[in-house]
């Protein structure tokens, strides 16, 4: 399907360029939910906080307390929620990071997708959740298989993907999945 290309990290800095040509495809579900779970978390939080407030206007003590155990309870989940935005986060940093590093010290391929895994029923608007099974060959001549995150993108998209490897442990890879060239 694709040539497999290999640029080694000798090459004073011009793979990064190489690789600015296509787009990347939209982000995963994790930073979808992430960004929901920091949204919600933060209004219950808010509205968990305004109900507890207000029970301290209330004359009734009965209602004193169910303000305030409801305001609790809000205001707990929101935190909750908030807690799991922030390890969403963190791991989405850390997966940043693993790609920028094998993209400045690694070898670079140009993977032949092999197969697109679609994960059904998730949608985000028109965009589905899938990960690519690909393949490259590196220099030796030596075939490996591997697979990417899960991203999103739209059925019709025209999909690529460069395979950047750690050049003395080929388990330690990143797939970046592009749309275009």
Known sequence: MYNNTIYNSNDNGQRASQHSQGTQTTGSILEIASTVLAIVGGVLLGVGILVFSISFFVSHSSAILSLQITGGVLAF?????????????????????????????????????????????????????????????????????????????????????????????????????????
């Open 77 to 181: 989940t929101g935190l909750i929620e908030l807690t799991i935005s922030a390890i969403f986060r963190s791991i989405i940093r850390s997966e940043q990071a693993n790609l920028t590093r094998l993209k400045l010290e690694g070898d670079s391929f140009l993977g032949e997708i092999t197969q697109i895994h679609r994960q059904v029923g998730v949608h985000v608007g028109t965009r589905i959740s899938a990960h690519v099974d690909c393949s490259y060959t590196n220099s030796d001549g030596n075939t490996y298989f591997v697979r990417s995150k899960s991203f999103l993108y739209h059925p019709t998209d025209n999909l690529h993907a460069w395979v950047h490897v750690n050049p003395h442990n080929p388990r330690d890879y990143a797939v970046e999945v592009f749309t275009h060239f």
